[in-house]
């Protein structure tokens, strides 16, 4: 049986552990009953430190009892994608190349999380080292979506969507290259954000690509998703890319979105399947409603952004594996091994030639969002294909909307739309300025309230549940 | 095969085996073979599209730690 706590938002959970009426001990325990009675079939988790967090639920419990509280995350559970440092305890990437067998200290993002309450509930499913697809051959098999497990749950935070999806935490962390926050959000019905390059320190998180890697917060809600970013961000001199200048994204959300100007990504959204584009469609029409201006805008074809993307991917992944190609290429999974070595046939002069380009479309975005406030668009083409078809995943996994703004190193958030016939979720993603995380999550917050969505639990929970 | 091609996938195999992995089993050596294909058509386009290189595209940062 799931406990009913494990079907409140982030939001709810933090007030109730505020005012008393649940503590972090009841609430840990919860989510812990959660991930028992779903992890064997969803396979979310790839290790859960259930000692550790009621050992950490306790402490903040008797802080609690002492009138005091030890952040704005008090006594919430968060997953963390296997690709990031947690003290103590192994990082593995999902790989048999484990990253390290035990990290000396917490990733920056970790402890910025324990500083602000959160307890560490466990480590989330991943494509090995965060390469896109689900595959087989790996320690641990791969995540499935919550909504019908035959289907995958995208990725690669496969996990952690799974696990948030499922209420087996009220958020996780998950990182995002080519959309691998947004694609499990939009798989798995909830809310994955990736933020402005720069704005979560990467300190402690094994990269994929260093050019386009973020870090980026995933929950069920608009409002969860916006408190667990502020918690997420601060300057850390330790990475090289983290800048000073991020701004929580929680202080707009009640704000109505009446004369606020949305380019709407149309050359994109043609490109998406029939019911994906409907959905996002109905999503504008939405907005217009509550009052936005709705303008269309026109960047480059997609392609000329996720064939930029695709071979700066491969080359900056084969230099993080380079030395493990040579000694140890049969210790990956088949997709990992094939994706990382294309990287060794990328020449310098193309990669350079690739970052030029990326520039271009950098301007070229830039100069559409001039005079707009965000803009909107669908985030995946297609529906996840069945994870034992491989052909399907492979004609469908990499055509999406969201390499461009990982490419432009512009916030995105993908937010759910409804639900496409068969019962898998569809969604739309807003993108907005740099360092205006808070516009884009108030848009979606005036979204989510005008059509809200986290009221319906997957089948899996519900069977199980109440 | 055309001649280019036959020219490329030699060298793609030489590649294989500068790497030590002339013994790639054939799915992950036929993935390859296509992603390379792919990799050759765009860096073509690539030449055609882009000027020279004579700007930083990757963004350099001194330390500032000299002393």
Redesign the interface.
């Known amino acids: 049986m799931i406990d009913p706590i494990c079907r409140l938002s982030l939001t709810d959970l933090v007030q109730r552990l505020d005012e008393g009426s649940l503590s972090a001990g009841q609430v840990t325990e919860a989510f812990l009953g959660s991930i028992a009675a779903q992890n064997d079939q969803l396979h979310a988790f790839l290790r859960v430190d259930a000692e550790t967090a009621r050992a950490r639920a306790e402490e903040l419990d008797a802080v609690h009892a002492q009138g005091r509280r030890a952040g704005p995350l008090h006594g919430i559970p968060v997953a963390i994608k296997d690709i990031m440092d947690v003290e103590g305890t192994p990082t593995t990437g999902n790989s048999r190349i484990t990253i390290t067998a035990r990290a000396t200290e917490d990733a920056f993002v970790v402890a910025r999380l324990r500083e602000a309450g959160a307890v560490i509930i466990g480590k989330t499913m991943l494509h090995e080292f965060a390469t896109g697809g689900p595959s087989h051959d790996l320690p641990w098999p791969p995540a499935r979506n919550p909504w019908n497990a035959d289907h995958h749950p995208a990725g690669s935070s496969s996990g952690s969507g799974a696990a948030v999806a499922a209420c087996m935490c009220p958020a996780a962390l998950g990182t995002d290259t080519a959309g691998s926050t947004r694609h499990p959000g939009t798989a798995c019905g909830i809310v994955g954000m990736k933020p402005t390059y720069g704005a979560i320190s990467r300190h402690g998180v094994f990269p994929l690509a260093f050019s386009l890697d973020h870090v980026g917060p995933m929950t069920r809600t608009v409002a969860d998703n916006a408190k667990l970013f502020d918690a997420c961000i601060g300057h850390d001199p330790r990475d090289p890319t983290s800048r000073a200048e991020a701004r929580p994204a929680s202080t707009d959300l009640e704000r109505s979105i009446k004369g606020l100007r949305i380019g709407v990504l149309d050359e994109f959204n043609r490109l998406a399947d029939d019911e994906m584009r409907e959905s996002v469609e109905r999503a504008i029409d939405a907005l217009r409603e509550l009052g936005a201006e709705l303008v269309l805008m026109h960047l480059p074809p997609l392609d000329a952004y996720t064939d930029c993307g695709r071979l700066i991917i491969q080359a900056e992944s084969y230099a993080v594996h380079k030395a493990w190609m040579k000694s140890r290429a049969d210790d990956y999974g088949w997709r990992a091994r094939t994706k990382i070595l294309s990287g060794a046939f990328v020449d310098a002069a193309t990669y350079i030639q690739a970052q030029q380009l990326r520039r271009s479309l950098t301007q070229a975005f830039d100069s559409a969002m001039k005079g707009l406030n965000a803009a909107v668009g669908v985030s995946s083409l297609h529906l996840p294909a069945r994870i034992d078809d491989d052909p399907g995943i492979d004609a469908t996994y990499d055509r999406q909307a969201r390499t461009p703004f990982n490419l432009t190193g512009s916030p995105a958030i993908a937010v759910p739309t409804g639900f496409a016939a068969c019962g898998l979720p569809l969604g739309m993603q807003l993108v907005g300025h740099y360092f205006d995380e808070a516009t884009i999550c108030r848009i979606a917050h005036q979204f989510e309230q005008a059509r809200p969505w986290a009221h319906r639990f997957p089948r899996i929970s519900s069977d199980q549940g109440h | 095969m055309s001649v280019a091609e036959t020219r490329a996938r030699r060298s793609?195999d030489s590649?294989l085996a500068d790497?030590?992995?002339e013994n790639?089993g054939a799915?992950?050596r036929d993935?390859?073979w296509q992603?390379?294909l792919k990799?050759r058509k765009?860096?073509s386009h690539?030449?055609d599209?882009?000027?020279p290189?004579s700007e930083p595209?990757?963004e350099f940062?001194t330390t500032k730690d000299t002393r």
């Open positions: 793609f590649r790497l030590g992995l790639l799915h992950d993935r390859l992603t390379h990799q765009l860096s690539l030449d599209t882009v000027g290189a595209s990757v940062h």
